[in-house]
Each structure stands twice: as C-alpha cells, then as structure tokens.
Nanobody, 117 residues
C-alpha cells in the first residue's frame, strides 16, 4: 500500500511562483511513474506533468515552459515547481504514483493552489 502526502499549496499572485511537494510511503519509489494532476469544480482531473523514472518527463501544453516536475528518490519525494502562474492554474493539485507492476494508481489528498490578485 502506498500513501501520498502533498504539501506546499497556497495563494499566490499572477506571475508568481509556488512549489508543491509529495512524499510517498513504501519502497522502490524510484521505479514508479509519478506525476501531478489538477482539478477544478465541475471539470475532470487533468494531467499536469509526469516523470516515468527513466528520466523522461511530460507536460500539458498549458504548463510547458512554466512548470517543472522533479523527484528525489532518496527522499521518496516528487516536486512541482510552478513559475509565472496564471489565474487559470487555480485548482486542487493531486500527486499520483502509478505502480510499475500492478498498474494501480495511488493519489494524494490534494492541495489547493489559488492564483489571484
């Protein structure tokens, strides 16, 4: 069983920066794909960024060049650095881990990011 705990959300002005992080329990963190998704009321959860553990990352077009996903396998932690934030980035951000062998998705509880002046 994997548990994910996010932290670091909050309120930021447009153009500002914010970093969120997610700590995973369990072993062999380094082999699993991790990612960040976001959701706003009335909309489906959407992919923001993923890291597949082979050094390959993927980003939604809307955040390319502004957001960076990274991981520290020694700390079982995945980060999302968000720069040049826009009001449309406002959402609940969820950490995800996809187990390499079972294919099961694990989710954190979510952290609110609000971009507003």
């Amino acid at each position: 069983q994997v548990q994910l705990v996010e932290s670091g959300g909050g309120l930021v002005q447009p153009g500002g920066s914010l970093s969120v992080s997610c700590v995973a329990s369990g072993s062999m963190f380094s082999i699993h794909t991790v990612g960040w998704y976001r959701q706003t009321p009335g909309k489906e959860r959407e992919l923001v960024a993923t890291d597949n553990s082979y050094g390959s990352t993927d980003y939604a077009d809307s955040v390319k060049g502004r957001f960076t996903i990274s991981r520290d396998n020694a700390k079982n932690t995945v980060y999302l650095q968000m720069n040049n934030l826009k009001p449309e980035d406002t959402a609940v951000y969820y950490c995800n881990l996809r187990h390499r062998y079972s294919g099961r998705d694990y989710w954190g509880q979510g952290t609110q990011v609000t971009v507003s002046s």
